[in-house]
Nanobody, 123 residues
Framework: QVQLVESGGGLVQPGGSLRLACAAS????????MGWYRQAPGKERELVAV???????VYADSMKGRFIVSRDNDKNTTYLQMNSLKPEDTAVYYC?????????????????WGQGTQVTVSS
């Protein structure tokens, strides 16, 4: 069984910063990509940023230059540094991992989601 646990959300003023973390645990053989998505009230879930096992990154256009995604492969953890936050960044942020588990000698590749962490940008 695999768990993704996010932390670091909260209330911040416009222009402020927050750092989210997501730790993966369980019967993990390897992790391919880890990333962040967000969902604002009344809107669909959207990509924020993704980082591969090799360190390559992909960002949504509206986050480029403000957000930085990174990962610590030894800790199976990904981070999202969010700077210059705007009220429109308010959403529930979800961690996502494309990973491989191993059971009885068989490997399984699946996508897992965290429970989400609320980020509110407001004065």
């Amino acid at each position: 069984q695999v768990q993704l646990v996010e932390s670091g959300g909260g209330l911040v003023q416009p222009g402020g910063s927050l750092r989210l973390a997501c730790a993966a645990s369980g019967s993990i053989f390897s992790i391919n990509a880890m990333g962040w998505y967000r969902q604002a009230p009344g809107k669909e879930r959207e990509l924020v940023a993704v980082v591969t096992s090799g360190g390559s990154t992909v960002y949504a256009d509206s986050m480029k230059g403000r957000f930085i995604v990174s990962r610590d492969n030894d800790k199976n953890t990904t981070y999202l540094q969010m700077n210059s936050l705007k009220p429109e960044d308010t959403a529930v942020y979800y961690c996502n991992a494309d990973l491989v588990t191993r059971s009885s000698g068989t490997r399984y590749r699946s996508t897992y989601w965290g429970q989400g962490t609320q980020v509110t940008v407001s004065s």
